[in-house]
């Protein structure tokens, strides 16, 4: 019996402390406060309502979000704005997560989330500098800090060769202004009263911003001084003609030329075209003086030529005139027929080359400009080998008496010119070699002859296409084509080696 009272007396305790433990429990893990000594960014929610701690947190975001944040650039340049504007916001996403644990699910979890609740939380902020990146924007920078300037080189009128140094401004340094903000932004929660008049002073990080030609980039082409100039005079050259020449010159004024390129004198008739356009003037058709536009133009190639030699620089392609010229010595001529003949050099000089090129008054002058040994000079020379007589050729004229003759056009001496260059060091003479040979061909006598009435006058010899040298075209109305490319460049006054005006140098 007394067996029987003992084992009741247990299972009434055991149910008494079951219900003990279930109600503790219940009254746990339905709490609305938080732990006791829980803190979230320093602010103590330790037994706070649960709902006050989510509206409180609302509310220190965003009066943290409304700081004012003063950006200094300039000791008189300030930009205000708040940490929201400036692209920072905050959040405590974890913090809330772990309220809910306290408030959701069972009994049991609600229990287990409450036991092992951490007492320290951190707040997290979030940078995005889109929004200051607007507030910042370049347009800014150029009103505040002005635009950066290219070093400048020129030119003087006494070929000096000047530079002024380039002028550098500020830009903001982005990724250190990134590092900033986070490193002075708070991240502790405070009372929101204890935020008003904060307001956090940040000096804005800068680099400085080149400009895209810097002194060094300019000394570094090689432009030290003049390294040589020629010159060659426009005699009595008409308006059209001394048009055309300005007009080529002014198109290869201020080439730059990188080590290792190549001049191509070509490209620069064609840019004076479009600038300008050539105007009438005498070209070479087919070994004839003749009516067209662009005469004159290769008074420039011829200049440049000149100057090019006295460079050492590497002639890629030149070739004489098919008649000589008067503003050079014969074999010191380069000529220009446009898709024909061509005159190139290339930069070989190991740095950049500048060209200057200008008429004044009645004189071209081309200048080259670059990186050459001050000790080094070129002496060009050229001299006359062989004398071509002119042919004569007849032509029926049936109003002279039977068997007369009259001459109708004079025929003139033709050329074969050699041209030497001689390297001097020190103003000795260290090599010389065969710079050219070049022929200048005879022109024929005409001569009308009555031979029994038979045929008309002057009959022009029948060819394809004229080739016009000196110009960009010919005159056609006018033109003669008397003189096929085969009897202009006839192979039989190539002598030697390699002629510089066979047939084949001519047309493609």
Not at 171 to 195: F, G, K, Y
């Amino acid at each position: 019996m007394k067996k029987i009272h003992a084992a009741l007396i247990a299972l009434i305790s055991l149910i008494l402390a079951g219900s003990l433990v279930a109600g503790g429990l219940h009254l746990y893990g339905s709490q609305q406060t938080l732990p006791p000594k829980t803190l979230v960014a320093g602010w103590d929610v330790g037994g706070m309502e649960i709902a006050d701690v989510r509206a409180g947190l609302a509310t220190r975001l965003q009066a943290l979000e409304a700081v004012p944040l003063v950006l200094k650039a300039e000791p008189n340049t300030k930009l205000t704005v708040t940490l929201r504007q400036a692209g920072m916001t905050y959040e405590a996403e974890e913090f809330l997560q772990g309220l809910n644990t306290l408030t959701e699910g069972g009994l049991l979890e609600r229990v287990r989330a409450r036991w092992s609740f951490p007492r320290s939380w951190e707040l997290r902020a979030h940078l995005d500098l889109t929004q200051l990146q607007k507030s910042l924007s370049p347009d800014w920078e150029k009103e505040t800090f002005g635009v950066p300037v290219d070093a400048v080189r020129r030119i003087t009128a006494d070929d000096r060769v000047v530079y002024t140094p380039e002028k550098t401004t500020y830009e903001v340094d982005w990724r250190a202004l990134e590092l900033a903000l986070q490193a002075v932004v708070p991240l502790t929660l405070h009372n929101a009263d204890s935020l008003k008049g904060k307001q956090i002073m940040l000096e804005v990080p800068l680099s400085i911003r080149q400009p895209e030609v810097t002194l060094k980039i300019l000394k570094e082409q090689g432009i030290e001084r003049k390294i040589s100039q020629f010159s060659t005079s426009l005699g009595a050259s008409g308006p059209g003609r001394t048009f055309n020449v300005q007009a080529a010159a002014a198109a290869v004024n201020g080439t730059l030329l990188p080590p290792g390129a190549v001049f191509d004198y070509g490209k620069a008739i064609q840019k004076a075209q479009a600038d300008t356009g050539f105007r009438e003037a005498p070209v070479i058709v087919n070994g004839r003086l003749q009516p067209g536009v662009g005469g004159g133009i290769c008074q420039v190639s011829s200049t440049l030529y000149n100057a090019a030699l006295r460079s050492g620089l590497e002639i890629v392609e030149r070739r004489n005139h098919s008649l000589p010229v008067n503003y050079l010595p014969k074999g010191q001529d380069a000529t220009f027929s446009e898709g024909n003949i061509n005159f190139r050099f290339r930069n070989n000089t190991g740095k950049s080359l500048i060209i200057h090129a200008a008429v004044q008054g009645r004189t071209l002058t081309v200048k080259l400009f670059g990186t050459f040994p001050k000790n080094v000079t070129f002496l060009v020379q050229s001299r006359t080998v062989e004398l071509l007589a002119p042919a004569d050729k007849y032509v029926s004229d049936p109003s002279l008496p039977r068997g007369g003759t009259r001459v109708i056009q004079n025929g003139k001496t033709g050329y074969i010119v050699e041209t030497y260059i001689t390297r001097l060091v020190d103003g000795k003479a260290v090599e010389k070699k065969l710079l050219s040979r070049d022929t200048y061909y005879a022109q024929k006598r005409i001569i009308a002859i009555n031979q029994g009435g038979m045929g008309k006058s002057i009959q022009p010899d029948s060819r394809k296409q004229p080739l016009v040298e000196d110009g960009v075209r010919g005159d056609c109305s006018q033109c003669a084509w008397r003189l096929p490319v085969s009897m202009l460049y006839p192979a039989s006054h190539q002598k030697g080696g390699q002629d510089n005006h066979s047939p084949a140098a001519f047309l493609p």
